[in-house]
């Protein structure tokens, strides 16, 4: 499965509940009526209503960073003996 992590929270539709920093996992993607890629992730609310009624399904992929394969970065210091 696919690991993402949240980049951008603002403006979230009612009900929305992910967290800029968090990591999440996609567990099914499609294109929207709006041509945007959505993700459903796993363990938060994927679904509900804006605040003008209108229904909305998944998150926005550009919310998100696909962190899948990239390793976290080591730092090696070296320390010189005198």
Do not use: H
């Not at 979230?12 to 959505?38: C, H, K, M, W």
């Not at 696909?66 to 976290?72: A, L, Q, R, Y």
Request: aromatic share 10%; hydrophobic share 35%.
């Amino acid at each position: 499965m696919k690991k993402v992590v949240c980049i951008n929270d603002k403006q979230l539709p009612l009900g929305a509940e992910v967290v800029e920093g968090q990591i999440y996992t996609v567990r099914e993607s499609f294109i929207n009526g709006f041509d945007q890629r959505v993700y459903l992730l796993v363990g938060v609310r994927n679904k509900g209503r804006t605040k003008f009624g209108l229904p909305w399904n998944g998150y926005r992929s550009d919310r998100f960073e696909d962190i899948n394969g990239v390793k976290e970065e080591q730092k090696e210091v070296a320390y010189a003996l005198n």
